[in-house]
């Protein structure tokens, strides 16, 4: 299986401050011959179930505010909020769909 | 909006079989555009996918989970469900049913998931 990693585990962001989380793979999960990195990042409320933010690394799902973005390659990849809002607190997931579908163990974030 | 639903018992015994059914309104598992999957979530940890069904009924299973999942679907109820034998504590867990994202994705049929229930939790307790 593709192990996916998250850092940090967990920080704290000032409201309207960027807030940056890391995800990488155990190996590449970018397919050369279609140019696209199998990577998706979710968002989880507490109580709620995941909700999906941004697909093939980069591209996000419909009604995601663009405060949320995505980058990376191959096997580095980047969620980032670029002015954290009271609403965005919970805990993101990076997810690899290359292989066996695989999750990062999470990174959940608070306000400072 | 397509919505999902899981519906299943709360409780069940070590050693025994627990089935769970996701009710799907809103959209048609006969669609030929998605996949239909289960994950599960052990509390306060992460999430871990099990299976994922398609409406010919071709199977997708996890294979770190070895083999005591069985997924199936039902399109004329447009429901679809998940059997897991020999029940033991390391399977308690919130359970959600969810629908994988209709794009295409070239070399790999399960893209990620774009609609998900609200969960079910499982405990294993005798």
């Known amino acids: 299986d593709i192990v996916m990693t998250q850092s940090p585990d967990s920080l704290a962001v000032s409201l309207g401050e960027r807030a940056t989380i890391n995800c990488k793979s155990s190996q590449s999960i970018l397919y050369s011959s279609y140019n696209k990195n199998y990577l998706a990042w979710y968002q989880q409320k507490s109580g709620q179930p995941p909700k999906l933010l941004i697909y093939w690394a980069s591209t996000r799902e419909s009604g995601v505010p663009d405060r949320f973005s995505g980058s990376g390659s191959e096997t580095d990849f980047t969620l980032t909020i670029s002015s954290l809002q009271a609403e965005d607190v919970a805990v993101y997931y990076c997810?690899?769909?290359?292989?066996?579908?695989?999750f990062g163990q999470g990174t959940k974030v608070e306000i400072k | 909006q397509v919505h999902l639903q899981e519906s299943g018992p709360g409780l069940v015994k070590p050693s025994e079989t627990l089935s769970l059914t996701c009710s799907v309104s809103g959209g048609s598992l006969s669609s030929s555009l998605y996949f239909w999957g289960w994950i599960r979530q052990p509390p306060g940890k992460g999430l871990e996918w099990i299976a994922s069904?398609?409406?010919?009924?071709?199977?997708h299973y996890n294979p770190s989970l070895k083999s005591r999942f069985s997924i199936s679907s039902d399109t004329s109820k447009n429901q679809f469900s998940l059997k897991l034998n020999s029940v033991t504590a390391a399977d308690t867990a919130i359970y959600y049913c969810?629908?994988?994202?209709?794009?295409?994705?070239?070399?790999?049929?399960?893209?990620?998931?774009?609609?998900w229930g609200q969960g079910t939790l499982v405990t294993v307790s005798s």
């Open positions: 069904v398609y409406y010919t009924g071709s199977t």
């Open positions: 969810a629908r994988h994202l209709g794009i295409a994705a070239p070399r790999a049929p399960l893209p990620p998931f774009d609609s």
């Open positions: 997810q690899q769909y290359y292989g066996t579908p695989t």
